[in-house]
């Protein structure tokens, strides 16, 4: 079952840019679209169209970097006929609006927010664990951040950054989330967010998280990146924050772990 969803993901890779429908992602795997959509869920996390959703803007971020379209156009050549929903949709995921994006990214600039406010009543709560990560053969920095969603995008509402594999604290509220990680080269500093790449990921399972009720430690494992993995639409070294020096003494920006 893996090689036929690995067959339909490269699809979503291949023709990004049409209209593709459940059936004809389903029909590359050569399964029924019910089937399918089960059977897909279960190895990447998310749904087909989710997945799809997530290449678009992924390829959508690269061409805002790399080509002068109009914001427009791109919305076109990623396969969204409309660039309300495209403009919404990006800003979502994204956490900036395209143009915004492109501003930051020719400018050599960050974002100044960091974290997503928890917002409303619920009560905070402390989530530990460690990260352990596979030799590498360089310095790394390591990001880690829990989403609301198994797709890494938007805000994360907590973030810890480390120099290394080990122990992690994450102050949120109350809920269920997902968390996620990203190991880059330390040789990669200072080079804006968007041209950092992960050289591993990580992702621990759904995390029901209760006041009071005291969690097991999550073990996140580091590993590279594999054709099941969703896009990761924010990249997380841009939560970096200027209270903190970076390994070549560049100063970065270290998020508060209660997202204020």
């Not at 992602?25 to 029924?32: G, K, P, R, V």
């Not at 006929?81 to 800003?91: A, H, I, K, Q, W």
């Not at 402390?126 to 829990?146: K, L």
């Not at 621990?204 to 099941?228: F, K, M």
């Amino acid at each position: 079952m893996q090689i036929a969803v690995e067959r339909a993901i490269a699809t979503m890779w291949d023709r990004y840019e049409e209209p593709l429908s459940l059936d004809e992602i389903a029909n590359t795997a050569i399964l029924s679209k019910f089937y399918f959509s089960r059977v897909f869920r279960n190895l990447t996390g998310t749904s087909p169209g989710r997945f799809l959703s997530a290449v678009r803007l992924h390829q959508a971020k690269t061409m805002l970097l790399e080509t002068d379209f109009s914001v427009t156009e791109i919305s076109y050549r990623v396969g969204y006929n409309s660039l309300g929903t495209f403009t919404s949709r990006f800003t979502r995921s994204v956490s900036l609006s395209p143009a915004r994006y492109r501003a930051l990214a020719r400018a050599g600039l960050t974002e100044g927010a960091g974290t997503a406010h928890p917002g409303g009543e619920r009560r905070s709560c402390t989530v530990q664990g460690s990260i352990r990560s596979p030799e590498t053969g360089c310095a790394v920095r390591i990001y880690i951040g829990a989403f609301r969603e198994p797709i890494v995008q938007g805000r994360p509402v907590a973030c810890e950054i480390l120099d290394g594999p080990g122990p992690f604290t994450l102050r949120v509220p109350e809920g269920v989330w997902f968390l996620r990680a990203a190991v880059v080269a330390a040789s990669d500093f200072p080079a804006p967010p968007w041209e950092r790449r992960p050289l591993l990921v990580a992702s621990g399972p759904e995390l029901t998280v209760r006041h009071g009720h005291e969690n097991a430690p999550v073990r996140l494992a580091a590993r590279p990146l594999t054709a099941l993995d969703l896009p990761i639409l924010l990249a997380l070294p841009g939560l970096d924050s200027p209270q903190r020096p970076g390994p070549d003494g560049v100063a970065l920006r270290v998020p508060s772990l209660t997202g204020r």
